[in-house]
Each structure stands twice: as C-alpha cells, then as structure tokens.
C-alpha cells in the first residue's frame, strides 16, 4: 500500500497558479496511477485529473481541460498538479489518491487517499 502527502495549497487570487506536490512512500509507487480529486464545501469529491503508471496516458475533467496539468517524477515518488487561470470556483480541499490498476482511466479504482490540501481561490 502507498501513503500519500499533499503539499503546495493556499490562498492565490483569480487568474493565478499554484503547483500541487503528492509525495508517496512506498516501493509500488511507479507500478500505480495517481490521480487527483477536489472536495468543496458541502458538496461531494469530484475528480480532478489522473496520470497512468507511465505518464503516457493523462485525463482531466472539463472544468480543468487547458487550465491543469498532471505530472509524475517516478524517481522522487511524487506527482504534481500544475494549476494555471485559477477560477474560484475551484476553490476546495485536493486529495491526492492512487490506483493499484495503473491505468488511472477509472475514477473508481482509486484509493489510499492522502490528507488533504486546502485551495482558495479569491475573486
């Protein structure tokens, strides 16, 4: 099993970026997809975007499609969220969850969430 930690959240004004960090302990980390997930207030954990084992293969919800990047280093265990054009209404908590399938293609594969990340994005 793979222990994830997030890093790099915070409060940025509209039109910003910030740069998320998952770092993973764990000697399966190359062997897993990861993928990123954001919870609002009051309202459920939506997928964000997710990175197959190889970084080949990338997906992203529409909300985030050209405003997000995923990327992986395989070396440090550790998969980045490059967030540019930031809206408020991006603004929740970012987990950083990964899929024993290494395929990253379904949202529901994912587990061994991390702790949490809180972004504001203020108007």
């Known amino acids: 099993q793979v222990q994830l930690v997030e890093s790099g959240g915070g409060l940025v004004q509209a039109g910003g970026s910030l740069r998320l960090s998952c770092a993973a302990s764990?000697?399966?980390?190359?062997?897993?997809?990861m993928g990123w997930f954001r919870q609002a207030p009051g309202k459920e954990r939506d997928f964000v975007a997710a990175?197959?084992?190889?970084?080949?293969?990338?997906y992203y919800a529409d909300s985030v499609k050209g405003r997000f990047t995923i990327s992986r280093d395989s070396a440090k265990s550790t998969v980045f969220l490059q967030m540019n054009s930031l809206k408020p209404e991006d603004t929740a908590v970012y987990y950083c969850?990964?899929?024993?399938?290494?395929?990253?293609?379904?949202?529901?594969?994912?587990?061994?969430w991390g702790q949490g990340t809180q972004v504001t994005v203020s108007s």
């Open positions: 969850a990964a899929d024993p399938s290494g395929l990253g293609s379904d949202r529901y594969n994912f587990g061994s």
């Open positions: 764990g000697r399966t980390f190359s062997s897993y997809a």
């Open positions: 990175i197959s084992w190889s970084g080949r293969n990338t």
